[in-house]
């Protein structure tokens, strides 16, 4: 069966640091990968998305992930966090019309 | 522009009662989805619909649950005989027709938080 696992529930960092989220995923067939962000008291948007092509992709506030076919992997990462980066990640699959989600991973921004 | 529309916010019940969340999804969005968030859990599907084919109903967590599109347009999740661990945050989302080639993204709503006591 198809899986996404968050390894991290909570992740702190101080600002101005690097950070990683790790997504690992398990499926038998090609998917679609996506990072969604929810910000405090707002609803979940899309931060990036890898279907095809290269398997480094950014989004538009710094953020980028990699596709990593051989270790199952779609981690998210960014070079230097701000305190506006406070949120909750979601890290999703596609399989056809399916969307699976996993359990996301909140990130804490320290002063 | 409107995004998707989810009411109510927040409805509180008792246990054994029926509940009725509603969604109005994004003009043109053809495909439409529910999830429900329980306190620190990931998201988990409960359905999806795609224009006039049938919905995809295998997420939906027992017979109590059911939900009902009509055409295009709003969507109702019904849960009858409501109990305690269906206390969570209802979300629904919309998107245009899936294309694999584009990927299209969900469209998401507040939510309705749900608690039975």
């Known amino acids: 069966a198809q899986s996404v696992t968050q390894l991290d529930s909570q992740v702190p960092v101080f600002e101005e640091a690097p950070v990683e989220l790790r997504c690992n995923y398990s499926?038998?067939?090609?998917?679609?990968l996506f990072w969604y962000v929810q910000y405090p008291n707002q609803g979940l948007q899309l931060l990036l998305k890898y279907l095809s092509g290269s398997t480094l992709v950014e989004s538009i506030n710094g953020f980028e992930a990699e596709f990593n076919k051989s270790q199952t992997s779609f981690h998210l990462r960014k070079p230097s966090v701000h305190i506006s980066d406070t949120a909750e990640y979601f890290c999703a699959l596609s399989l056809g019309d399916k969307i699976i989600f996993g359990k996301g991973t909140r990130l804490h921004i320290l002063p | 522009g409107a995004g998707v529309s989810q009411s109510p916010s927040n409805k509180v019940t008792e246990k054994g009662k029926d509940v009725e969340l509603r969604c109005d999804p994004i003009?043109?969005?053809?495909?439409l989805y529910w999830y429900r968030q329980r306190l620190g859990q990931g998201l988990e599907f409960l359905i999806y619909?795609?224009?006039?084919?049938?919905?995809?109903k295998s997420g939906l967590p027992s017979d109590r649950f059911s939900a009902e599109r009509t055409g295009e347009s709003v969507s109702t999740l019904t849960i009858q005989r409501t109990q305690q661990e269906d206390s969570a945050v209802y979300l629904c989302?919309?998107?245009?027709?899936?294309?694999?080639?584009?990927?299209?993204?969900?469209?998401f709503g507040n939510g309705t938080r749900l608690t039975v006591t």
């Open positions: 989302a919309s998107s245009l027709v899936w294309d694999r080639g584009s990927g299209s993204p969900l469209h």
């Open positions: 619909f795609q224009g006039n084919s049938a919905p995809d």
């Open positions: 499926s038998s067939v090609s998917v679609y």
């Open positions: 003009s043109g969005h053809t495909a």
